[in-house]
């Protein structure tokens, strides 16, 4: 139980193009989901935390407007990343927890996103 | 703001042996959540064990352990009998309450050598 899924696993896209990532809980219902980034060989960074229903909530220094995340259901969270630019290059990873009194977040497999 | 620090980028063992993650944190947080996550060249994360801070004694899952020294703000992973799929980054991670953000150190390669 508990598998979270990420669509696509791969992209490519323009410079200036914009792409959705899919989030989604298979088999329970997610509360909270979490967008993370990852540049090879370094960590995770948190990228915002998302609530169903609720404006997602931005760490310092990421741009709410270059990366819209919407969390319409209670399984499904979609990250945008609008008018990409190389720099926007990346592992995108999310997580999942049930609710408030679960510790373990659950996470999808990435996707790696690449800029031409 | 809480950190959590790994101080060996890599590590390396040999199949059998067995191997010591290290991994430090600052919180003035007196209960939190403290996790070791794997991550293989997949890059899949897979959770390997998880410690509550109010629970003294240490986590333990098959051949994975984990030192945890409150006082010390130590959480050292211990991997018995290494085995060559245990080859992976190694992330160690803590949670101030339940359900909420997890904050990863830079985290540690381990090689396992056959």
């Known amino acids: 139980g508990a598998v979270v899924s990420q669509h696509p696993s791969w992209v490519i896209c323009k410079s200036g193009t914009s792409v959705k990532i899919e989030c989604r809980s298979l088999?329970?219902?997610?509360?909270?989901m979490f967008w993370y980034r990852q540049f090879p060989k370094q960590s995770l960074m948190l990228m915002a935390t998302?609530?169903?229903?609720?404006?997602?909530?931005?760490e310092q220094g990421v741009e709410k407007d270059k990366f819209l995340i919407n969390h319409a259901s209670l399984t499904l969270s979609t990250l945008t990343v609008t008018s990409a630019h190389p720099e926007d290059s990346s592992f995108y990873i999310c997580?999942?927890?049930?609710?408030?009194?679960?510790?373990?977040?659950?996470f999808g497999p990435g996707t790696r996103l690449t800029v031409l | 703001a809480q950190t959590v620090t790994q101080s060996q980028p890599e590590m390396s063992v040999q199949e059998a042996e067995t191997v010591t993650l290290s991994c430090t944190y600052d919180?003035?947080?007196?209960?939190?959540?403290l996790f070791w996550y794997k991550q293989p060249p997949s890059r899949q994360m897979i959770l390997v064990i998880r410690q509550e801070a109010y629970k003294q004694q240490n986590a333990t899952e098959n051949r994975f352990s984990v030192n945890f020294q409150k006082a010390a703000k130590s959480f050292s992973l211990k991997i018995s009998d290494s085995q060559l799929g245990d080859a992976a980054m190694y992330f160690c991670?803590?949670?101030?309450?339940?359900?909420?953000?997890?904050?990863f150190g830079e985290g540690t390669q381990l090689t396992v050598n056959p």
């Open positions: 991670a803590y949670q101030e309450t339940s359900g909420s953000r997890l904050t």
């Open positions: 919180t003035s947080e007196s209960d939190y959540y």
């Open positions: 998302s609530n169903e229903g609720s404006k997602a909530t931005y």
């Open positions: 997580s999942a927890t049930l609710d408030s009194f679960t510790d373990t977040q659950y």
């Open positions: 088999d329970f219902q997610a509360t909270t």
